[in-house]
């Protein structure tokens, strides 16, 4: 495994990236299109496309998490040092952060910004759930059983789940940080950040559980003692 500084900058460079993507295809879209559907569909696409690429590059280095729910999953079944998993969460927000304001740069917009744009209610929190326990739920049957689909099974699930939830599908608290950062297409007011942040967190820990209990190992039955055998 590589050291703590390289693993950092992956999952820093990752982070951004995908909030550069996030961010600036919704700009893009918003600009290209007045229909709000295809502007969602130019921002579902290049998501599910960058998490492919991201999680195949940066994947070895860091384990690709880019998302803080997923570091502490890992943390929670101990896959992931304690230290480590701070380290990593600072260094996702951090990133998310700088994504948005590349994002802004590069479409010559205020690089500091805050959004207005409203995401709150019981739809939008279940939502959230849902899509981060989708995610994790992915993630932990495509580690045990198609290692090396992950990154396709989660660009297609996030490409999916931005249609199929109401809350477009944020799934990861350090994007949520990000973008709350942007009065764009793609914003979300930070007065909406802690429900959006606990229902992932809810989600992300049912999945948990669930895949725990269904990947445990089931002990075989004990053969019975000498002294039984034939006694049927």
């Known amino acids: 495994m590589l050291d703590l500084p390289r693993r950092l900058t992956a999952e820093a460079l990752g982070t951004a990236m995908l909030v550069a993507a996030v961010v600036g295809s919704g700009i893009m879209a918003d600009r290209l299109s007045s229909d709000m559907a295809v502007s969602l569909l130019g921002n579902a696409i290049p998501t599910g496309a960058i998490l492919v690429v991201l999680i195949t590059l940066l994947g070895p280095v860091s384990g690709a998490h880019f998302n803080p729910v997923v570091t502490l999953v890992f943390a929670l079944k101990r896959e ?13 927000i951090a990133g998310g952060i700088a994504g948005t304001i590349l994002a802004h740069a590069m479409f010559d917009l205020p690089l500091l910004q805050v959004s207005t744009t409203i995401r709150t209610g019981t739809g939008q929190w279940l939502a959230e759930a849902v899509a981060t326990f989708g995610l994790l739920l992915t993630i932990h049957l495509g580690l045990r059983f198609r290692y090396e689909a992950i990154p396709w099974l989660v660009g297609l699930y996030i490409t999916a789940a931005y249609w199929f939830t109401a809350s477009t599908s944020f799934a990861n608290p350090a994007v949520v940080i990000a973008r709350a950062l942007s009065d764009t297409f793609a914003g979300i007011r930070p007065a909406d950040l802690p ?22 190992e089931t002990k075989p039955l004990a053969s019975p003692p000498e002294n039984m055998k034939g006694a049927e």
Not at 82 to 92: G, M, S
């Open 80 to 92: 992931i040092a304690t230290r480590a998993a701070l380290a990593y969460v600072a260094a996702q």
């Open 195 to 216: 429900g959006f942040i606990l229902a992932q967190v809810v989600g992300g820990l049912a999945a948990l559980l669930l895949t725990g209990w269904l990947l445990a």
